[in-house]
């Protein structure tokens, strides 16, 4: 099965950028809807966005406009550039991927992902 490993995260100040990676080993990574998803202390697991496998995305209200998703078919990989990064956006940040043939689960919560990473902490200063 597909294995994600993620990487990028750190401390940042408000207003500051940072770029996440996810590392795809397994196969199938191009046929694939990845997503992202974070999780901040005491809360549910937030859906950020997903990108197609042609490269088509949503994103979660709370980050539209501000993060962007994209994905490089050749490379496995996919990145989630976060900009204008608040306080609020302090989370372990998960890539996931989508499983096969979801007729039940909506693509905003986290059912609807059988690969998950092991996550990366995103610390956002004030």
């Known amino acids: 099965q597909v294995q994600l490993v993620e990487s990028g995260g750190g401390l940042v100040q408000a207003g500051g950028s940072l770029v996440l990676s996810c590392a795809a080993s397994?196969?199938?990574?191009?046929?694939?809807?990845m997503g992202w998803f974070r999780q901040a202390p005491g809360k549910e697991r937030e859906f950020i966005g997903r990108?197609?496998?042609?490269?088509?995305?949503d994103y979660g209200d709370s980050v539209k406009g501000r993060f962007v998703i994209t994905r490089d078919n050749v490379k496995n990989l996919v990145y989630l550039q976060m900009n204008s990064l608040k306080p609020e956006d302090t989370a372990v940040y998960y890539c996931?991927?989508?499983?096969?043939?979801?007729?039940?689960?909506?693509?905003?919560?986290?059912?609807?992902?059988?690969?998950w990473g092991q996550g990366t902490q995103v610390t956002v200063s004030s």
């Open positions: 996931a991927a989508a499983r096969v043939n979801n007729y039940v689960y909506s693509y905003t919560t986290p059912n609807a992902y059988d690969a």
């Open positions: 397994g196969g199938g990574f191009s046929s694939r809807t």
């Open positions: 990108i197609r496998s042609g490269g088509i995305t």
